[in-house]
């Protein structure tokens, strides 16, 4: 059973288009990281959120953690061709005795020029 | 570069070989983690080590793999016997204990004919 439900599993938009992907859970997380993942490469952390309905906010990318710590979102606007990649979630859970993460399946996202 | 070093890169090993991965972490991060990622998945947690001692391991970490961290530097990820169905994507990170970020590495790409 897979703890973190990602969806979409696949998307591709067209350059200069908005997208929202999303990270589920029936789980209570004390962080949820997000990262993005190139073929043949290892994973990039690109935030992390903590606090429940915490918003954060990395140039383009707007990452939004749900108010009860199991769900999360990430959104693009104006999507670049450079968007383009694996975006995994991954939560941990520390405060229930479990300090690994445990990742989602990831939305690959492919952004045509 | 001071991120997340693995070697080697990519490994191409005949079935029922051994093998024999090594992850440097970021020097100052005391804890250590392996992780195991097939094609179209996201990343599936083996083993991570607090300093030297190996806290936790999952079950997919049968008989055939050891992991160790020596004096809680480096660590190394054995595979005796290789099977196909090891071939994968084996990747290290690590973090700051009590951090919710993990930083990984580039991964090592394991193909067993």
């Known amino acids: 059973t897979q703890l973190l439900e990602q969806s979409p599993q696949f998307l591709s938009i067209q350059e200069g288009e908005n997208l929202t992907v999303y990270c589920n859970s029936s789980?209570?997380?004390?962080?949820l990281q997000w990262y993005r993942q190139e073929p043949g490469e290892g994973p990039v952390l690109l935030v992390t959120v903590v606090t429940g309905g915490e918003v954060k906010k990395l140039k383009r990318l707007t990452f939004q953690f749900g108010d009860a710590r199991k769900d999360s979102s990430l959104h693009i606007t104006a999507a670049q061709p450079g968007d383009t990649g694996l975006y995994l979630c991954a939560g941990a859970r520390p405060n229930f005795g479990n300090e690994k993460l445990t990742f989602g399946t990831g939305t690959r996202l492919t952004i045509i020029p | 570069d001071t991120g997340v070093s693995q070697n080697p890169r990519h490994k191409i090993t005949k079935r029922g070989q051994n093998v024999t991965f090594r992850c440097d972490p970021i020097s100052e991060h005391n804890r250590l983690y392996w992780y195991r990622q097939t094609l179209g998945q996201g990343p599936e947690f083996l083993t991570y080590f607090q300093n030297e001692a190996q806290l936790e391991k999952s079950r997919l970490l049968s008989d055939r793999f050891s992991a160790e961290r020596p004096k809680g530097s480096f660590s190394t990820l054995e595979i005796q016997r290789t099977e196909q169905g090891d071939s994968a994507m084996y990747l290290c990170a690590s973090s700051l204990a009590r951090a919710a970020e993990a930083f990984f590495g580039q991964g090592t790409r394991l193909t067993v004919v």
């Open positions: 789980s209570v997380f004390s962080s």
